[in-house]
Nanobody
Framework: QVQLVESGGGLVQPGGSLRLSCAAS????????MGWYRQAPGKERELVAT???????NFADSMKGRFTISRDNAKNTVYLQMNSLKPEDTAVYYC??????????????WGQGTQVNVSS
């Protein structure tokens, strides 16, 4: 089993910054891709950013230039640095991790979500 622990959400004013973290633990061989998604009230879950084990990144267009994704492979942790936050960034942010099991199977897991509120 794999556990994902997210942290760093909260309330921030427009234009402010937050840094989210997601640490993976459990019984697996390695971690492949890691990423962040978000879901605003009444909307579908959407991609924020992903990062491969080799640190190639992919961002949703609306986050480019404002958000940065990074990872620490030694700590099995992925980070999302969010700058210039806007009220429309308010959502529950979910970590998504693809692990490689010892069997060679690839399995994706979701974190429990962390709330980000951008409001004055």
């Amino acid at each position: 089993q794999v556990q994902l622990v997210e942290s760093g959400g909260g309330l921030v004013q427009p234009g402010g910054s937050l840094r989210l973290s997601c640490a993976a633990s459990g019984n697996f061989f390695s971690i492949n891709a890691m990423g962040w998604y978000r879901q605003a009230p009444g909307k579908e879950r959407e991609l924020v950013a992903t990062i491969t084990r080799g640190s190639s990144t992919n961002f949703a267009d609306s986050m480019k230039g404002r958000f940065t994704i990074s990872r620490d492979n030694a700590k099995n942790t992925v980070y999302l640095q969010m700058n210039s936050l806007k009220p429309e960034d308010t959502a529950v942010y979910y970590c998504n991790v693809e692990v490689v099991q010892y069997s060679g199977r690839y399995v994706k897991y979701w974190g429990q979500g962390t709330q980000v509120n951008v409001s004055s």
